[in-house]
């Protein structure tokens, strides 16, 4: 059963602290996004990959985010330092694109940063 | 103005009756859409796409795509209580290289 698979599923931390999230998309899938969902602000883009390139990553703010694709099988968002503002769940999501394509949503990493 | 936008509910419906969710978009070069439905605490899942003009049937559920009012819909039919959740309206455009682009979310429960 393919799934998109992401760690950890759930994060604590303090104010100031690194944080780190894996994704390991669907085997195959050429594509990567990064969304960032809040009751607020809803399911947002933040950055998204295809062939381990990053194609947008406007979404993201640059001075603490960063999102690498160090290879196919793992993406990467990092926030440094986080901010109780960065509380949110953040899905990785993958898709093959083919000039059309369908997504796949990862189960989210729930993080809180107090 | 978002570039998705949808009601954001909350829709009741009975159970059993017709449920419609409705989606508008702003960019006319969208190509691709799609209905994601979301329960509490879980991640979005695909129920629906659609590409051309007209409607989409598969089960229960209805996708209805009009580029020219750039609307999109989706009927839920026999609704269930098990179809309670929030459903997530997704455009992509053909330009943005499969960007989806999604909307805030219609949420729905469904009275037994």
């Known amino acids: 059963d393919a799934r998109v698979t992401q760690t950890p599923r759930h994060k604590v931390t303090e104010m100031g602290q690194e944080v780190t999230m894996r994704c390991q998309p669907i085997?195959?899938?050429?594509?990567v996004f990064w969304y960032r969902q809040t009751m607020m602000q809803g399911l947002e883009l933040l950055a998204y990959f295809r062939n381990r390139a990053p194609l947008d990553d406007s979404g993201m703010p640059k001075d603490r985010f960063s999102a690498e694709m160090p290879d196919a099988t793992l993406a990467t968002l990092k926030i440094q330092p986080s901010e109780p503002r960065d509380s949110a769940v953040y899905f990785c999501?993958?898709?093959?694109?083919?000039?059309?394509?369908?997504?796949?949503f990862g189960e989210g990493s729930w993080l809180t940063v107090v | 103005q978002k570039e998705v936008e949808q009601n954001s509910g909350p829709l009741s419906v009975p159970e059993g009756a017709i449920a419609s969710l409705n989606c508008t978009y702003s960019?006319?070069?969208?190509?691709?859409f799609f209905w994601y439905r979301q329960y509490s605490g879980k991640s979005p899942e695909l129920i629906m796409f659609i590409y051309s003009n007209g409607d989409k049937e598969d089960g229960r559920f209805t996708a209805q795509l009009n580029k020219a009012s750039q609307y999109v819909s989706l009927l839920i039919r026999d609704s269930q209580p098990s179809d309670s959740a929030t459903y997530l309206c997704?455009?992509?455009?053909?330009?943005?290289?499969?960007?989806?682009?999604f909307g805030d979310g219609t949420t729905l429960t469904v009275k037994p």
């Open positions: 085997l195959g899938h050429n594509t």
């Open positions: 999501a993958s898709g093959f694109w083919t000039g059309r394509n369908t997504i796949y």
């Open positions: 960019d006319r070069g969208s190509q691709s």
């Open positions: 997704a455009v992509n455009g053909d330009t943005n290289a499969g960007k989806s682009t």
